[in-house]
Antibody
Framework: QVQLVESGGGVVQPGGSLRLSCDAS????????MHWVRQAPGKGLEWVAF????????HYADSVKGRFIISRDNSKDTLFLQMNSLRPEDTAVYYC??????????WGQGTLLTVSS | AIRMTQSPSSFSASTGDRVTITCRAS??????LAWYQQEPGKAPKPLIY???NLQSGVPSRFSGSGSGSEYTLTITSVQSEDFATYYC??????????FGQGTKLEIK
């Protein structure tokens, strides 16, 4: 069965950096685009970034453009999100999700990032 | 950017009620719309894609409809496990998706 497992969350000071990982299994990872979606405490869902199956055709939300970098290692079935210049408003649960071109059909359980001094 | 607006933001219903949630896009999205259900502390679960197609395993009491810029999610007879928050999401601007703000369905 499809499994997505995020890791790497934690507490970071404003201006700091952190890298999230998402380990995928149960499907041919290199055939599918992947997304990062976040949810601030008590708030709704916000799409963050997308990367195509081959690592090209990358897109970011305006709120993270220039600060976050999405990447993938298809040899290890792993998705990454490098987050730099972190701000308190980046505090959220970060989910990775598999793309189906019509929705995000599988989601991980999420990893919590807290940006605070 | 396409804005998605859900209504209501929250409401109460009783088990067995028929419930409808509306999602309006700031422009036509040609049925490129998905719905998700999220229980507290859990990841969103996909319910519907293409405005009206149920994801595998989703109970038939859920249905979606709409066209252009206005869409609805209907639950014909709400069950206890359906009390959750529901989100619509457009993929007209694939792969840059946007979500509605969510609709919280609570027990009356």
């Amino acid at each position: 069965q499809v499994q997505l497992v995020e890791s790497g969350g934690g507490v970071v000071q404003p201006g700091g950096s952190l890298r999230l990982s998402c380990d995928a299994s149960g499907f041919i990872f290199s055939n599918f685009g992947m997304h990062w979606v976040r949810q601030a405490p008590g708030k709704g869902l916000e799409w963050v970034a997308f990367i195509r199956f081959d690592g090209y055709n990358i897109h970011y939300a305006d709120s993270v453009k220039g600060r976050f970098i999405i990447s993938r290692d298809n040899s290890k079935d792993t998705l990454f999100l490098q987050m730099n210049s972190l701000r308190p408003e980046d505090t959220a649960v970060y989910y990775c999700a598999k793309d189906s071109q019509q929705a995000m059909d599988y989601w991980g359980q999420g990893t919590l990032l807290t940006v605070s001094s | 950017a396409i804005r998605m607006t859900q209504s209501p933001s929250s409401f109460s219903a009783s088990t067995g009620d028929r419930v409808t949630i509306t999602c309006r896009a700031s422009q036509g999205i040609n049925s490129h719309l998905a719905w998700y259900q999220q229980e507290p502390g859990k990841a969103p679960k996909p319910l519907i894609y293409g405005a009206s197609n149920l994801q595998s395993g989703v109970p038939s009491r859920f249905s979606g409809s709409g066209s252009g810029s206005e869409y609805t999610l209907t639950i014909t007879s709400v069950q206890s496990e359906d009390f959750a928050t529901y989100y619509c999401q457009q993929y007209y601007t694939y792969p840059m998706y946007t979500f509605g703000q969510g609709t919280k369905l609570e027990i009356k």
